[in-house]
């Protein structure tokens, strides 16, 4: 949002933003208030699939553009999102490599995931199928659902070790899913030495801190969530243009090992920044291994 709101600026647009608080009716009701403003575009992060499929019916025929960012919706005309398989395949092979490397070989694996959402749910098996390339008996002990927020995913993460704590990889959704799952580990007062952290997302400065300072956080499968932003005020002014736009733009991302994000941001106090030149000479993925049609 903020990276939508600096290219907003530098372009001279008005942007309005409103939470959602992942309150699909919230989403509506603040979507339709905006068109009834007579907003030119709208850009939806969509908290729930299905909840939206109306709202964008009724969009179309009213003429609205509307740019979705992260989730499908049936009906859309344009979307800005990554990879989801592709994002946890790939932080499942890096996984798998350092399980090998440092775990004994051994991988069983406690999933915070979120079924709610297809994309969610395309990274959890993303990951395990990438995991399993490199360690073919891989387990997977847990499969949870942590709300995609730090205080569900501990108290589901809690109660799943007190059921069975044979667990040495954590794998999040996103990263408060990631932490949630993390300190459940830490308040039973388990060590790190043999535990792996997979983070997804990347967002502020909390994966960083937690690679820093965390010794099970090895892994963060970044998304760049100042790439996505400056895409989605662009493919919006496009829509708004008249411009044909695919129906996924998509949107890279990249495994992060140990140190690895200090070639794509630097961290000054409470501020973190990208670094453009590297980020945007990654390459997105002509079209994605799976994808929501493929659930």
Known sequence: I?????????????????DANLDVARQISAAEDFMAQGVDVLILTPVNEEGVVQFLRRASAEGMPVVLEGNPVEGMTTMVAICDYDTGYNAGVAAGEYA???????????????????????????FMDGLRT?????????????GGNPDRSLEVASAALAQ???INIIYGINDSSAQGGLQAWKASGRSQDELLVV????????????????????????????KVGFTVLDAAVSLFQ???????????????????????YSVEGDVRTIDWETVNA??????????AADL
């Open 164 to 166: 069975d704590a044979d």
């Open 199 to 226: 983070g997804t997302g990347g967002e502020g400065l909390g994966f960083i801190n937690a690679m820093q300072t965390e010794p099970s956080w090895r892994i963060e499968a970044a998304m760049f969530p100042e």
């Open 100 to 126: 090998r490397d440092n775990l004994g070989g051994t991988a069983r694996v406690m999933n915070v995931g979120l079924p709610l959402l297809s994309a969610t749910v395309l990274r959890s098996q993303g």
């Open 134 to 146: 490199v360690i073919p008996d891989a387990t997977l002990v847990h499969d949870l659902d942590g």
């Open 2 to 18: 903020k990276r939508m709101q600096d290219r907003a600026d530098e372009l001279g647009i008005e942007l309005e933003v409103r």
């Open 282 to 291: 990654l390459e997105a993925p002509a079209r994605c291994m799976k994808t």
């Open 242 to 264: 008249g411009a044909e736009l695919p129906e996924h733009i998509v949107s890279p991302t990249a495994p992060l090992i140990g140190d690895e994000w200090q070639q794509f």
